[in-house]
Structure formats: C-alpha cells, structure tokens
C-alpha cells in the first residue's frame, strides 16, 4: 500500500472512511518532512506592473539528501473553478539538492518585463495572479480531481508532494495562502523551511524573487544560511479586489553566525586592508569581488544587531575614492560586536543578496577604534536617468519635507512609502501625473526590524496612534540599503511625523435638503468564515464601525456595495443596527429584484421620512452585468417640487486579471485586466437610462475605474456629469489607495438636468488615509488601535452630495 501524507494518515487514524474523506479536502496531503516543497508561486508575470515577464513556480528541497523529480509533475486549477489538475500539467525531471531549490518558468504574460533568473524547468501554465492551486504530484499522470467541485480521493491524496493553495483558492493545505496581485508571490517562510502543514501559516505575501539551482544553498536547521524570508509571523489577511492590491515588501531577513571571539577591542587594526569598500561595490549593480575574500576597513553608521533586527553592520569609508558612481559602504552580515561610531577592520567573502552587496559570511570583526561619517544630503526626486546605487548602504539625510504615500504594511513589516512634492496619484486618474517622476519621487521608510506584526506600530504621528497618508516628515536620517527590488531607508535618528492630513470628524458640508451617499462596506457578509468577518466578535467590529459611517455620513439615501447576496439578511442586519443607534424606523433597506450569482450584491437604504420610491426597484438581466445594478427612483416625501431623482447603484467589474482573454486582458494602458468589459457595464447603463426613460440618473458606485480611464469616459459621454470632479479640489479627490497611488474608484455621476439642483460634494476620507490594522480584523491588528468609530470601515472613502428638491 502506498504511504499515507500526514494529513490523510491523521484523517484516517480517526476513523475518516475514504467517502468521507473525500469530501473533507480543505486540509489535504501535505509534505513529509525532509522531502522538495513549493517554496514561491509567483502568476503575475507579464501583467502591468509585474517585475518579471513570466509565471514561476519555485521548489526547493528542505531535507539533507538529494531528491529526484524525474517522474513528478507540477499541476494546477484554478481557486474555485471546476477544471481539474491533470488540465494544467507540466513533467519535472533532474535532481534537488539538499537546501537547493529548483525554478519552474511558466507562460509569459503580454507585457514584457524583467527575465527570470535561467531556469532549471520550464512549462506553459499560466496561474492566477491572485488566487489559485498548485500541486507538486509525485507522479506524471494529471490528477483527475480538483479539490474543489470534484474532490481528491485517497489515492489522489497520497500523491501530493505539496500543495499551495492562494487567495480564494477552495483546496489548500490549511488555510489559504494570502492573495496574490501582479507584484507579489506567495513565499514560503525561513527560506524554504517553514512547513506547518498550514499554507497561511507557512507562506507570506511578497515582492517575487526567483531562486534557481545555482543560489547559494540555504540548508534547513543551520544558523549559518542567508534567509531571503518575509520577516516575522504569518499573515493570512487576503490583499482586497485587486483593484488594490497594495505591494508588500518585506525586509530582506538573515541568520548571522555567531563570533566564535565575542569580546569587542579598541586596540589599533593588525592588519592592513585589502580594498577599499568602493572596490567591492564597484560601478555598477552587482560587485565585480562577488565570490572573492576580502578585507576592509570602515565606520559603523548603522548597528543592527539586537534580537529581531537585520543581523549586522553597516560599514562606510569615511575616506571615499574620487568615483561618484561606485558606493563607499557596505553592509556586514555577522553577530561579531561591534557599534555605532566603531572603526572597523572586517573580513568577508563578498556576496550579492536579493540585489545588496554585502559581506558573507565574515570571518572577523576587529574594533580599531572610533571614527565619524557626516550622512550625504540627497533630494528627491532623484535625477532622471540616475540611480540610487552609489548610495547603497550610505548614511544619508533627507533634509526636504517627505509625505506619507502609503501605509499599508506599517502594521505588517514596519514600513511607510515617502513622496517628496506630496502624495503620489494614479497616472489613469487625471492629467499632469508623470510615473517616471513619480517613481523617483519615492521612498521606502523601513523600521530595521526583522518582526512582523509588532503589538505596537513603530512609527505614529504626534498626537495620534498611527500615521495617516498625507502626514509628512523632515529630516528622515538613516541608511540608505536595498531589498526585494526597493530602496528603503533605516534610520538611526528617531522619525517624527506631522499631523498635516488630520482626520476629518464629520464630512465637508454639501448643502440642500436632500443627502445622497455610496458607500462600499468591504464584503459586509453576515455568514461568518467567507469574505468578510470569521468570527461573531470580528462581525460585531465590522457592523459597529459600518454604523459610525453612517451615523456620520446623515444620509437620506444610500447606495451600498459588497453586501453579501443572501437575501435581504445581511442588508436588514445592518439596517437594524443602524436604526438601534439613529431610532426605531429611521432608515429601510431596498435590495435588487435581480441580485445576480455573484457572493455580494449592491444594496440602498433610505429614509422614509425624507424620501419616498416612487415606483418599485428595477434591475437588469443583461449578462454583461455580473453584478446587476439596483434602481431606484425618489422624490422628496414631504415639501418637494415634485422632482424625482434616479438611483443607480452599480459595482463593475474588478481589475483583478483571473479568467482575462481576449481584450479584457491587460493592454497596457495603466487600465488594467476587464477593462473593455467595465466599458460594456458602462454602455449598458447608458442603455439602461435611455430605454427605461430614467429621470435624472444618478449613478453611483465602485466602478473600478479612475478618474480618467475608459468607462468614466463612456458614461460623461453619455452625457452624465461627475459631481466630484465638479465640486471636489483635485488634491481631495481619491477614495481609494494601490500601490501607494491614490485615486478616485468610487464615483457619482448625475444627469446635466439635475446637476443644476447639486448644492455641493464631498468624499469623507476616513478610509483610504488609514491603515488596514486598523479595522475589525482581530489577527495581527494591534489591539489598542480598535475603535467602533468610522475610521478604517473599509478601504474605500464614502461619497456624499446634495440636492436641493424643496420648494
């Protein structure tokens, strides 16, 4: 009989039948130790914004003999769909070295970027680059199930060498990996090592970096071995709609070896050295000593060292060689002691890690004194056509005012993105947005620490918790260093924010007699374990802050998004709680008398005192929509003029690429994946407007489109007006945050006839400005920072305007 996994061992061991087990696939086969795992997946390749052009799969060997894969495969399906792994197959052959890994190159997406590393296999699968299955089948024949629709039988089970299941994925070790976008691969943690049988446990979302046979090994149980390891504890929360998918970046994360001579000295250096740093750096990005054996002599700017920190030194020459293009220091992995103001005689061998030059391993540290490095002034934007390499390791100083752009791993990995010329926007979104620029207007400000999760953020702003987009820094003093494809700074003078974007109370006033308002609820689903809440605590957080938004937002009509589509129960659930808060019978809910198949629906609610239907809800059966809209006509309930207004609550297609063919792939235009059916969705409400003769539209919702792409087009074409582009100032229209670029997704565009009743608008940013550890989730978010209050509801701004309707 063949062995039983793990997994399917304990199953039976509990007296599981095989029927029985068959239908319980969601913590399947899994890995024995010591034999080759998947340690990245990676199926963003090629899609905008992608650093590489293909999809990969990495595995790598976490046991101490080598392990063939000829006769082994690698299989995939899709996270929820009904096709089959035997589908998607590529044949593996060769040889896995003990701690090696193995690159499987997969399709090429359409728009070119950087090549992987050569590979040691390669195939033509292409993977989601949100959610998925990956299978490692110890065996070349497709396994006829999926895990999902069609269960794996024991047999089926017994053949899994690995599996990663992401994002949405319904089959997975575990819990799922976090979701994907086109800038991050799923990574296993420790390296390659980390195996709990648990794929949210054992993988972390971020930046892709491939690693072939020829990577240094990295053998399991050493201390020893570089780790290119997201840093920290495991995070399962799922990146949202890959309309923003935030990028994580997590520091680079080593094991030093300890110093068999752990005693720091002060007398002179024995030895002279035998380069200077500026020769390992050398001019370009790599160092042309890689490999070699050396010996040089510095100051140290920066001590890394304590528990939880980057595992070494940063070591400049105060006395630079005359070259402007090569760097003057150098980071020095090692536990031998050593500290800031220490000069330093280090011997190493000179290696390059995840794109840093670096000294590893080092052989000793000797302390021959002291000695001081004044920090290099640098401003952004850097000048184009110019890198940031030549500082690499420096000690700089930012002495211009920098704006926070980005806060979405602060909470996760310590790290804020930094804007000079304030915060960055997204290119499709409006005019005069220069992404070359914009780039080189950044920064990445680490916390030079290797602890993920921390129960205290590590930087807020005075007079607050946390730190919100649009506050801001002078000064920002540190080292300048460089991990998973970004520059980062990690200081070594304290960083202080200023509160220069304070949070708004209530929102802008927008006048008239009338309120209208959308806001998108982030998956509010009263079913517990799906998109939004897993637990009855988590619910109540979600609901109390959704409350507070409301309570705040005083509008007289709503359109909502991502309601779960179960009914009315989700929508009356909310209603209920927000009438407990306003009063008995102030608010009713309406929902669309075709929700559609989707898991979430669009929703209204209203209150009857101030308006009235006129007419019953309407939607569409057009398929193009897949989640169909609600309509809704009102009029004033009481004093009106006899005016009617036309809600239509919309919420088109995402820009997530899962399923894209044909034009709704990603063209290249910033637009991303879906864009020609968004264009569709926007067309039919055009057609929808015109054959039902719908007085004065007004429609509103998550499009999914900024400010000045496609659809936003079709529908002002169409002769509907955006209010907030109307009444808003440029600089505070955005609801939404990806990728450190804000933007507008959620828009209200109105008939030119009833914009002349518009009295004003406004978008309540209590949302978007903050952080994700600061909503109802309870894994990771720090506790102190939970407030029932409206911030941090969802991801996304609520919109609010007004009318004037009376007579």
Known sequence: MRALSRALAALTAAGMTVAGLAALTSSPASAEPGTVVISQVYGGGGNTGAPFTNDFVELFNRGGAEVSLDGWSLQYASATGTGNFAANKVDLSGTVAPGRYHLVQLAAGATPSAPLPAPDATGGLTLSGTAGKVALVRSAEGLACNGGSTPCAAEQLALLGDLVGYGTANFSEGAAAPALTNATAAVRGDHGCADTDANAADFTAGPPAPRNSATPPAPCGTDATPTPTPTGTADPTPTPDPTGTPTPTPTPTETPTASPTPTRTAEPCTLPATHQIAEVQGGGETSPLAGQSVRVEGVVTGDYQGTGSLGGLYVQDPTPDADPATSDAVFVFTAQPAAAGDRVLVSGTVTEFNGLTELSPVTSVEVCGTGTVKAAKVKLPSAEGTSLEPLESVLVTFPQKLT???????????????????????????????????????ILLDDASNVQNPPTLPYHTTGADTV?????????????????????????????????????????????????????????????????????EERDRQLAKLVSTLKGLNPDVAGLMEVENNGATALNTLVDALNAAVG????????????????????????????????????????????????????????????????????????????????????????????????????????????????????????????????????????????????????????????????????????????????????????????????????????YLYSPGAFRSSDHDPLLFGLRLRR
Not at 406 to 428: D, K, M
Not at 596 to 616: E, N
Not at 760 to 773: C, L, M, P, S, Y
Request: hydrophobic residues 35%; aromatic residues 8%.
């Open 584 to 783: 008995a019978g102030t608010y009713k809910g309406v929902t669309s008398p075709i929700p559609g198949t989707d898991a979430i629906q669009v929703a209204l609610i209203y209150k009857p005192a101030a308006v009235k239907p006129v007419g019953a809800p309407r939607s569409s059966g057009d398929p193009v929509f897949r989640r169909p809209p609600l309509i809704q006509e009102f009029q004033r309930a009481k004093g009106g003029d006899g005016t009617t207004f036309t809600m239509i609550v919309n919420h088109f297609k995402s820009k997530g690429c899962d399923g894209a063919t044909g034009a709704d792939l990603d063209q290249g235009d910033g637009q991303s994946c879906f864009n020609a059916e968004r264009v569709r969705q926007a067309e039919a409400v055009l057609g929808l407007i015109g054959t039902l003769r719908l007085p004065n539209p007004v429609v509103l919702g998550d499009l999914n489109a900024y400010g000045e792409e496609d659809p936003i087009h079709v529908l002002e074409a169409g002769k509907l007006v955006s209010v907030s582009k109307k009444f808003i100032d440029r600089k505070d229209r955005y609801s939404y945050v990806f990728d450190s670029l804000s933007g507008e997704l959620d828009h209200i565009l109105v008939g030119k006839r009833l914009l002349q009743r518009v009295t004003g608008a406004t978008i309540w940013h209590i949302n978007a400005d903050e952080g994700r550890f600061m909503d109802y989730n309870t894994e990771f978010n720090p506790p």
């Open 468 to 536: 919100r987009l649009g506050d801001g820094t002078t000064g920002l003093t540190g080292v300048l260093t460089y991990g998973f494809g970004v520059y980062r700074l990690e200081p070594t003078l304290p960083v202080a924010f200023t509160p220069d974007n304070p949070r708004p109370a209530a929102p802008a006033k927008v006048g008239g007699d009338v309120r209208v308002a959308g806001l998108n609820t982030l998956n509010w689903f009263t079913t517990l374990g799906s998109r939004g809440a897993n637990t009855a």
């Open 404 to 442: 926070v752009s980005e806060v979405y791993n602060l909470g996760r990995y310590g790290e804020i993105t930094l804007s000079a010329h304030g915060r960055l926007f997204q290119p499709t979104d409006r005019d005069k947005v220069d992404p070359a620029l914009d780039a080189r207007r950044r």
